[in-house]
């Protein structure tokens, strides 16, 4: 009989090794758009959050604020977004999308729709469903 500790040690290394796939398959799909994956989520986080600050990026992605500021500069440089000071303090800036990063945004949106539709191709609707319930079950116990 197989113990609850080695069914776990086994879910851990098939998580990690979808982490792993994942990253290659978003590092594969992401030189098409001359991007890093992380920036290329990050341009569709904004899109969906104009107006956002630099700690949601960070808290959203759980990324340390040095390498948020790295990645925004990176990000800026190459004309995809601006920072705009917050009416209300100017200690705070605000991110939008450029036209250029707007135009970005939806190119990675295409890229990532066709992406998706391949890994999604592959699994039932219960399947999914059980992922994303054990998941969110394991996650909300492990922020305790």
Same mark, same amino acid.
């Given at each position: 009989?197989?113990?609850?500790?080695?069914?776990?040690? /086994?879910?851990?290394?098939?998580? +990690?090794?979808?982490?792993?796939?994942? *990253?290659?398959?978003?590092?594969? %799909? @992401?030189?098409q =758009?001359?991007?890093?994956?992380?920036?290329?989520?990050?341009?569709?986080?904004?899109?969906? /959050?104009?107006?956002?600050i630099? +700690?949601?990026?960070?808290d959203?992605? *759980?990324?340390?604020?040095?390498? %948020? @500021?790295?990645? =925004?500069?990176?990000?800026?440089?190459?004309?995809?977004?601006?920072?705009?000071?917050?009416?209300?303090?100017?200690?705070?800036? +605000?991110?939008?999308?450029?036209?250029?990063?707007?135009?970005?945004?939806?190119?990675?949106?295409?890229?990532?729709?066709?992406?998706?539709?391949?890994?999604?191709?592959?699994?039932?609707?219960?399947?999914?469903?059980?992922?994303?319930?054990?998941?969110?079950?394991?996650?909300?116990?492990?922020?305790?």
């Amino acid at each position: 009989m197989v113990s609850k500790k080695d069914k776990f040690e /086994h879910m851990n290394r098939l998580l +990690r090794t979808y982490m792993v796939n994942m *990253h290659h398959f978003f590092t594969t %799909i @992401t030189p098409q =758009l001359s991007l890093t994956p992380q920036q290329a989520r990050t341009l569709l986080y904004i899109k969906d /959050h104009p107006g956002l600050i630099q +700690r949601e990026l960070g808290d959203y992605f *759980h990324i340390r604020n040095a390498s %948020i @500021t790295s990645m =925004l500069k990176n990000l800026e440089r190459d004309g995809y977004i601006i920072r705009k000071n917050d009416n209300e303090s100017a200690r705070i800036k +605000r991110i939008f999308l450029t036209k250029e990063g707007i135009e970005k945004a939806s190119q990675i949106k295409e890229v990532f729709d066709r992406a998706c539709q391949k890994i999604v191709a592959q699994l039932d609707e219960e399947s999914i469903d059980l992922v994303i319930s054990s998941m969110t079950t394991l996650n909300k116990n492990l922020q305790k």
